[in-house]
Structures are given as structure tokens and as C-alpha cells.
Nanobody
Framework: VQVVESGGGSVQAGGSLRLSCTASKATASMAWFRQAPGKEREPVAA??????SYADSVKGRFTVSRDTAKFALYLQMSSLKPEDTAMYYC??????????????????WGQGTLVNVSS
């Protein structure tokens, strides 16, 4: 399964961006993770069927959604902060993860799309 992200860019604090991810075939679960320079990869949001999960750091600001017909996952990011600056990765897997926000539970990964939020 190939996974491709798009939609990253540069934005000022308080602004919005929408990330898109497309898989080459249907997958049961998809998620967004991010990694800032010098930091470990961390979860952002995930969707298992229609169930959404969010990291505490993005709750109320980010919204994840899916279009299963297009094998797509989206991340609407609002009220962006400089600490949201990171490479954002989309991940997918067949079946259902034990922990939808654990990167270890995903097999297929994209190359990432860079989000830069300036103050």
C-alpha cells in the first residue's frame, strides 16, 4: 500500500491548513503523526471506522476526516501554533490497531509533508 500526503506549507500562527492523504487501496484505519526536529514522532489524530482519536495537544483545534470511497484521510488544522511545526506523516493499516494513536500499530507510511508555523 502506497501512502501519499499533501497540503503542507508555511502559515502564520493562528492560521489554518488542510492536509490530505491518499492510500493506493482501502485500509481499515488511518492516522496522522508528526515529528519536529530533534523530537520523537508523536500522534496527532486517527480514524478507525468513524471513530476519531486525538492527541491532547491538538484537541479542539484539529479535525480528522475520511473519504473511504477515495481511500483518503484529511486533517483540518486551525488556530495553528509555532509548536505545531513538524513533518506530518500519514499512516495506514489493514485491520484495527490496538492503540489508534500508537505509531507501532501502523504498517504503511507516507513520506511526509512539512508544516511550518511562524510566530
Amino acid at each position: 500500500v502506497q501512502v501519499v500526503e499533501s497540503g503542507g506549507g508555511s502559515v502564520q500562527a493562528g492560521g489554518s491548513l488542510r492536509l490530505s492523504c491518499t492510500a493506493s487501496k482501502a485500509t481499515a484505519s488511518m492516522a496522522w503523526f508528526r515529528q519536529a526536529p530533534g523530537k520523537e514522532r508523536e500522534p496527532v489524530a486517527a480514524m478507525r471506522d468513524r471513530r476519531e482519536s486525538y492527541a491532547d495537544s491538538v484537541k479542539g483545534r484539529f479535525t480528522v476526516s475520511r473519504d473511504t470511497a477515495k481511500f483518503a484521510l484529511y486533517l483540518q488544522m486551525s488556530s495553528l501554533k509555532p509548536e505545531d511545526t513538524a513533518m506530518y506523516y500519514c499512516a495506514a493499516r489493514a485491520g484495527y490497531p490496538r492503540d489508534p494513536l500508537s505509531p507501532d500499530d501502523y504498517l504503511y507510511w507516507g513520506q511526509g509533508t512539512l508544516v511550518n508555523v511562524s510566530s
